[in-house]
């Protein structure tokens, strides 16, 4: 295992998920994806540190605490996607692979939904592909992980 933790933090509502509007994020529970990440991110032997906020002012506080403690960052931040230049200002303080995922193709959605502030401070965005989404993105981490080891 990695010494750091792979960070994975979830913005506000997603503690909704499996309760309302399946048809757009599916049926899996926020737990659910917290269980698919452990299991995935133990077969790459990466640690996992999964939390979720409703609360924009809590989000940049592990965004910024990330720093020096995280091996690399996995960020959903739902609805401040498309507003917050704070948590965007948060993660370009960051020197670790940022990765961003969303469950729904925010570009097939409306157009509120087509710019992501979160995308300019990312090394990439994964998005329309559910909770897979989750395990393409540790796949990401892993791989931008190795590479920076033999740089
Ligand atoms: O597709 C995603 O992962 C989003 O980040 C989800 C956000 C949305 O604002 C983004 O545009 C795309 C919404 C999260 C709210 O999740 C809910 C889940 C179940 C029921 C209600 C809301």
Redesign the pocket.
Known sequence: MAERPVLILN????N???????E??GRETLGDLEALCRAHGASLGLAIDFRQTNAEGELIGWIQAARGTAAALIV????L??TSVAVMDALLLLEVPVIE??????HR?EPF?HHSYVASAAHGSI?GFGSH?YRLALDAVNELLARRATA
Do not use: E, K
């Open positions: 913005g506000p509502n997603l909704m998920l499996g309760v309302r509007q399946p757009i994020y959903n931040a739902a609805g996607t498309h995922v969303h469950l729904s193709n925010i959605r939904r998005c989404g």
